[in-house]
Nanobody, 126 residues
Framework: VQLQASGGGTVRTGDSLRLSCAPS????????SGWFRQAEGKGREFVAS????????LYADSVKGRFTISKVDANNTVFLEMKSLRPEDTAVYYC????????????????????WGQGTLVTVSS
């Protein structure tokens, strides 16, 4: 399974962007999808996740109220709507999908996710 992330770009503070993540190749079933980001020189951090069954949404405190994760069941596509962007949101954004089944890890943690997209760069200028 390969995930294709898109929608990144360079914007100004206060602007909006919408990221998309769609699987390529065969159809697959996942338990949850998530977005993580990695700023230059920093580790990968959780941004948001959504479960496919119950559509439970989780957000990092830093993006609550500004970012919204959503999904389209028909084609396994996940979106991240980002509003009121700030320079500190600058990072490479990665989408990920978690396999069905029990896991020791929560949807806040990268280890919960098995499949990853290639990343899309978001740059927010002040």
């Amino acid at each position: 399974v390969q995930l294709q992330a898109s929608g990144g770009g360079t914007v100004r503070t206060g602007d909006s962007l919408r990221l998309s993540c769609a699987p390529s190749g065969r159809t697959f079933i996942s338990a949850a999808s998530g977005w993580f980001r990695q700023a230059e020189g920093k580790g990968r951090e959780f941004v948001a996740s959504i479960t496919w069954g119950t559509a439970r949404e989780l957000y990092a405190d830093s993006v609550k109220g500004r970012f919204t994760i959503s999904k389209v069941d028909a084609n396994n596509t996940v979106f991240l709507e980002m509003k009121s962007l700030r320079p500190e949101d600058t990072a490479v954004y990665y989408c990920a999908a978690a396999p069905v089944g029990p896991s020791y890890y929560s949807e806040y943690e990268p280890k919960r996710f098995r499949w990853w997209g290639q990343g899309t760069l978001v740059t927010v200028s002040s």
